[in-house]
């Protein structure tokens, strides 16, 4: 059910406000977002150089953005954590690990993407 107060366009802004703070949490707080946001701006234009297709372009530039996608996940997963403790506990570090998994995954999917793309155009 939605908030009263809280549907249409109110919902829209309000919903834009809040993703707008966690994208500054994450620069402020994450130095492995900034880091990844960073490698990606590199990227992005040397996707547009290296694909020879729309699809490869996209698929080169979509590799990049699912890193910043996880590392956030990854991010907010690690802050509530966080949140409910600092001692240590079994299924806290669990949590936290399965959320680094997650972000070295779509980093090694980054690297065969662009490793194929380029292998195609060289070759």
């Not at 590799?63 to 806290?92: K, M, Y």
């Amino acid at each position: 059910m939605a908030k009263p107060g809280n549907t249409g366009l109110t919902r829209i802004v309000n919903a834009t406000r809040f993703s707008a703070q966690g994208f500054r949490h994450a620069w402020t707080h994450e130095a492995a977002f900034r880091q990844e946001l960073g490698i990606t701006v590199v990227l992005v234009p040397i996707a547009l150089w290296l694909g020879q297709t729309p699809v490869e372009r996209l698929l080169l530039i979509a590799s990049c953005v699912l890193v910043i996608i996880v590392e956030l996940l990854n991010s907010a997963i690690e802050a509530v954590v966080d949140r409910f403790g600092g001692e240590l506990h079994e299924l806290s570090g669990r949590a936290k690990d399965l959320g680094s998994a997650a972000v070295f995954v779509s980093l090694v999917l980054v690297l065969a993407t662009w490793t194929t793309i380029a292998w195609q155009r060289f070759t």
